[in-house]
Each structure stands twice: as C-alpha cells, then as structure tokens.
C-alpha cells in the first residue's frame, strides 16, 4: 500500500471558500459562514455545508449516504458523506472513519465482521485504474483518522438493471441473461484478482455493483467491510457471490411466500434442500421453477442451497463451473 499522506491540511480563508463554492455551484449558492472542519473524528457533527479540508483541499459536504443493507434503504450512513471537491467540481463520496461488528452466519459458519478503513485503503491503492473497482484514495485528517475519499459512480445497482429486462422471465432468460452472465463472470474474475494479492471484498451483496450511466460498465464498490475466519479465507465472499448469481438468474429474488400467494403448484413441490442456505425462504433449485434453466448453471446454484455439502473454496473453482455453464448457455 502507498504511504498515506498525513501533511498538515492546507489553510483556506473564507474569501476562498466563498469563490470556489461560487464557481462551483453559483454564486446564488454562497453562504456568509462556514464550519470549517479539520477533524472528523465525530462524524455527526459534519453536516451539510460544511466544509473539510482534507490534505489540500476543500470539500462542500452535502447529504448523507444511505444504507440498501437488508432492504432499509433510508437508514442514513452518516459516516459517509456526498461531498463537492471544490478544486474541480466533482461529486466524491467522503467515508469517515466508523467502527462497526457484527455477525453473519452462512448454514453452521459464524464470520466476525467488522468495519477497517485501512482495509478499505489498502484496496484502493491495489485496484487503482481497474475498470470494475471503484476508484479513489486515502489520506488522514488533522487526527489521524484515515479518510477515504470515492469518486461518485453515477448509475443504477446492477440488481435494479436487470428488472427491466425482458417482458416476462423467459424473454428475459432468453434474450438478455447470456449478456448479464457475462457481465457477472467479469466481475467474479474481479473477485479473483482481490483474493489472489491476498485481499477479499468483505461485503459482496447485489447493491455493491454499480452499472454506470452512460459506459454500461460495472463496478464493485464499499471494501471497507473485513471478517474474521477460520476455515476459508474467502469463504464469505463467495457466498456473496452465489447469492447474486441466484437473484441475476431469476430476475430478482424467487421467494416460498411469492410462490404461495400466487398459488403456485410449485409450492408444495418445494423442499429445505430447494432453498438459500441464508435466506431460507429464497429458492435457489431455480430450475423447479423455470425448468429452461440449463443444468450446468443450475449446478451452480444449488452449491449455496439449504442442504449443499460441498461448497467452493475459491474464485477459481466458481470460475470453471461458471464458463462450463456459459458454454452451455451458448449451446442452446
């Protein structure tokens, strides 16, 4: 990892502040004060408008990012701050510094998560200029606590792209989920490039992939999340990875209570073994379900079942199964 810069943060005068928030955003747009903030150790007190100076320069703080995790999309992260860098206008994501545990449990597989910035900041400086990580830098404030600064990618989460694909499953699985498959092998070769320079994402869920408004391209994003483990170093993230395949697979999540209120006869065909060994009520065996679904894909999805005894020990494994499936796909 480069060494992070802990230079002094510049002094700005407020006549400064004012004319580049002026060229910024207009002159209607100035205030007459502004906090200027140093020190970020109490991220509550960074609030809009403000500004950070953070090494050499100035950042106009706006909203608070939002948290998608477990659906709560309106829970404010508010550590982690939308922000104007008043150099050149662009929109960067601020994250401050957070500590944060819990626990995740995968079948009998407890995993200690936690929150590390330098984490975070040691995967910036390795993935720099690779087109499916986002991209940024890290730099400590006038306490040491170490700031990673983002740009802001502008787009929809990979998850929410594929839902307005295709009129109905089938049309979708016919005619756009070779490209999305594709797509998705991409971005678990991403994945592999991490785990062989020894570093893991941590948090590997559908809203951390970002499509880009306008390239199309996607892009992994938060990596601030660690986790302790014993027997597979990179055991979370492919369970991680599984259970986005499962949802691109089926369009969105394919659910018991779905199946019952539709009154499917599907229903009381379904078994533990058909279901996601974390969300217990999502099925994976697809397959039941959409019975196109070819079997060398399906495979693959009923490693991260309910009852699965054999589970991949890395990217790598995943990997030869998925362009198995691929041909297959291709084939048909």
Partial sequence: MQEIDQAEPKQFSLDEIKERVSRCLGPDRVQKRYNIITDTSDFFRVEYDDIVI???????????????????????????????????????IIKLVFHERFQAKVGNIVFECFRSPKKEARILDLTK?????????????????????????????????????????????????????EEYIELVEAIRFLHQKGEKHGDIRRDHIIKEEGTGN??????????????NMFGYDLFGLGNILVYLTGRGDVTFQQLRDAGSPLFDQLTSSDMNIIFNNRVVNLKKVYPYIPDALNFILLHFSSVANVFYENTEQLLHDLHAAKEQLQSM
């Fill in 54 to 92: 953070l090494g050499d320069k100035p950042y106009l703080i706006r909203n608070n990012e939002r948290e998608g995790r477990f659906g709560i999309d309106e829970q404010q992260k508010f550590w982690v701050k939308r922000a104007r860098d008043l150099s050149d206008g662009s929109v960067k």
């Fill in 129 to 181: 200029g690779h087109c499916h990580f986002m991209q940024g830098f890290s730099l400590t404030d006038s306490s040491d606590n170490l700031i990673r600064v983002i740009d802001f990618v502008r787009g929809k989460t990979l998850a929410d792209a594929v839902m307005t694909l295709g009129g109905d499953h089938e049309d979708y699985f016919s005619n756009h989920f070779p490209l999305i498959f």
């Fill in 218 to 231: 996607s892009c992994w994003i938060d990596f601030d999340f660690d986790y302790l483990h014993k027997e």
